[in-house]
């Protein structure tokens, strides 16, 4: 569904991404690792039209070109953003951050029907429409974060770093709401930091180091492979093996 080939970033003189081609199909989950500064925020913000691609990049969504649209165009034909921080307005209540979401044209019409399935995902927010999103705690704040995303009604879902500042037991709440909304055949493409909890939810995993996908497998291939744990994972290959 979302095809990638190519893609080049560059700041100035420095070239942040090159020649990175990846894709994401309905209902799977690509998780992409990398350490600080790989490039995993730049290709995300390139996706999704926030940052300029180089010559040759081509991005393809549903089969459709759309390598040159702006970031609001990239929402209607179905890529959504949550970046890293949320971006989520704190002066606005849970209700109306959410119904931002749908103002895409293509959400218009299922906005009911996409408000009932975020609340159904995330109860707490059911709970408390009307509290004024800054007041909501972090790990509520992604879910406000998600589920504004969520109703752009999107084909791909991509996630900058869900997990951070979480407590190990909502991140793994967050996986666990991740793994249904891929089960609905939401496409979700993530970039995290937290490489073990994610890879073990994710269908699969690309390995980006500086600009460049150096490995791409199956979730279950890399959880597995002892360089992948100490390259990506931050552990040493023998605790992994525990
Ligand atoms: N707006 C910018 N202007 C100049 N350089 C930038 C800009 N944004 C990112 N970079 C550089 O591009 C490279 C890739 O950055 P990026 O944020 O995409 O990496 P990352 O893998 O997401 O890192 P992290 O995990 O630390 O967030 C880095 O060297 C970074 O300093």
């Not at 700041?11 to 995993?40: D, F, Q, T």
């Not at 990049?57 to 390598?67: C, F, P, Q, S």
């Not at 909890?197 to 291939?221: C, F, H, M, Q, W």
């Amino acid at each position: 569904m979302l095809e990638v080939s190519c893609l080049g970033v560059r700041y100035g003189r420095h070239v942040a991404l090159e020649g990175v081609s990846a894709r994401v199909s309905k209902g799977e989950i690509c998780v992409i690792l990398g350490a600080n500064g790989a490039g995993k925020s730049s290709f995300l913000a390139a996706v999704a039209g926030l940052v300029g691609t180089e010559p040759g990049t081509r991005i393809a969504m549903n089969g459709k070109d759309v390598t040159k649209l702006d970031a609001h165009l990239m929402v209607e034909e179905g890529i959504a953003l949550v970046p890293e921080g949320r971006g989520i307005f704190g002066e606005l209540t849970v209700v109306e951050n959410l119904r931002l979401g749908s103002h895409a044209r293509r959400a218009k019409a299922d906005a009911g029907k996409m408000l009932d399935f975020v609340y159904g995902l995330f109860p707490r927010l059911a709970e408390r429409p009307r509290q004024l999103a800054q007041t909501m705690s972090g790990g509520e704040q992604q879910m406000v974060a998600i589920g504004r995303a969520l109703m752009s009604k999107p084909d791909i879902l991509m996630l900058d770093e869900p997990s951070l500042g979480l407590s190990p037991l909502l991140s793994k709440e967050l996986f666990k709401s991740l793994a249904i909304i891929a089960a609905e055949g939401f496409g979700i493409l993530l970039v995290e930091q937290n490489a073990r909890l994610s890879l073990k939810t994710a269908d699969r995993g690309y390995l980006i180091e500086t600009g460049r996908i150096v490995g791409e497998d199956t979730a279950p291939n890399l959880l597995s492979d002892p360089k992948v744990m100490s390259a990506y994972l931050g552990v040493s290959a023998t605790t992994a093996a525990h």
